[in-house]
């Protein structure tokens, strides 16, 4: 959590305008951390492959969009 907080902080910063704390880009910050950015710390695999959810595909932010999409 520390380590998604210090990221968002990051880039926080170059933004402008995120002065709501509902905005999409808090989510999709959270999504991108946790599904789709690898960690060194977990040997190159994401938080969700570390906990066993497998995203398929090449893209897998296409896959995750597509996915939510057909809910």
Same mark, same amino acid.
């Given at each position: 959590m520390e380590r *998604?907080? !210090?990221?968002f902080r990051d880039r926080e910063k170059v933004?402008? !305008?995120?002065?709501?704390?509902e905005s999409v880009i808090f989510d999709g910050s959270q999504i991108?951390? @946790?599904y789709v950015r690898p960690h060194m710390? *977990? @040997?190159g695999?994401?938080? =969700?492959? =570390?906990c066993g959810i497998d995203v398929?595909?090449?893209?897998?932010?296409k896959? *995750?969009?597509q996915n939510a999409s057909q809910n």
């Open positions: *998604l907080n !210090g990221e933004m402008r !305008g995120v002065k709501k704390k991108y951390h @946790n710390a *977990l @040997n695999k994401t938080p =969700a492959e =570390a398929k595909g090449s893209d897998k932010w896959t *995750l969009i």
